[in-house]
């Protein structure tokens, strides 16, 4: 996390908010409005992604005609903390991630504790997400796109 900072009184998130003020202009309108939106980062709400939890990190790669190399694509899915809906993010022109994995555990409940999006160069972005266990992820990307998907009521 550039921004987001933790000390024994809890998370920070002044400075991140700040510096998304000045760098929103900097953003997609897309990428600006997931980062701009305090829902996104509140303890309950339906489309927080804090609580939320992975279900899935697909990382998907596909040859460019006519050019060398291949165009990486990722999609998260997340299960919203009411576990009533699943959030879909995927990052396209995807240039790096990383995925940490904390140690192992019987427990598969890993939720998002918090995320930060931030500018690494003109046009190029990156998102970091940190789970309750120590894992999280982050990805550079030039493109972002967020969906929503409920989830059929369970027939009892």
Request: aromatic share 10%.
């Given at each position: 996390?550039?921004?987001?900072?933790?000390?024994?009184?809890?998370?920070?998130?002044?400075?991140?908010?700040?510096?998304?003020?000045?760098?929103?202009?900097?953003?997609?309108?897309?990428?600006?409005?997931?980062?701009?939106?305090?829902?996104?980062?509140?303890?309950?709400?339906?489309?927080?992604?804090?609580?939320?939890?992975?279900?899935?990190?697909?990382?998907?790669?596909?040859?460019?005609?006519?050019?060398?190399?291949?165009?990486?694509?990722?999609?998260?899915?997340?299960?919203?903390?009411?576990?009533?809906?699943?959030?879909?993010?995927t990052y396209s022109g995807v240039v790096g991630y990383l995925l940490q994995e904390a140690l192992c555990s019987d427990d598969p409940s890993v939720d998002v504790l918090v995320h930060e999006v931030s500018v690494v160069e003109p046009g190029r972005y990156r998102h970091t997400v940190l789970f309750d266990n120590?894992?999280?992820?982050?990805?550079?990307?030039?493109?972002?796109?967020?969906?929503?998907?409920?989830?059929?009521?369970?027939?009892?």
């Amino acid at each position: 996390m550039n921004w987001i900072r933790q000390d024994e009184q809890g998370w920070h998130f002044d400075a991140y908010f700040d510096y998304l003020a000045g760098a929103a202009a900097d953003l997609p309108d897309t990428l600006r409005e997931f980062a701009l939106d305090l829902g996104n980062y509140a303890l309950r709400g339906r489309d927080s992604l804090h609580d939320a939890r992975m279900s899935a990190f697909r990382v998907e790669k596909s040859a460019v005609d006519g050019a060398e190399g291949a165009t990486v694509s990722i999609e998260v899915v997340l299960l919203d903390q009411q576990f009533e809906g699943e959030m879909l993010m995927t990052y396209s022109g995807v240039v790096g991630y990383l995925l940490q994995e904390a140690l192992c555990s019987d427990d598969p409940s890993v939720d998002v504790l918090v995320h930060e999006v931030s500018v690494v160069e003109p046009g190029r972005y990156r998102h970091t997400v940190l789970f309750d266990n120590g894992g999280g992820y982050a990805v550079e990307f030039s493109g972002f796109t967020r969906a929503r998907r409920e989830r059929a009521p369970s027939r009892m």
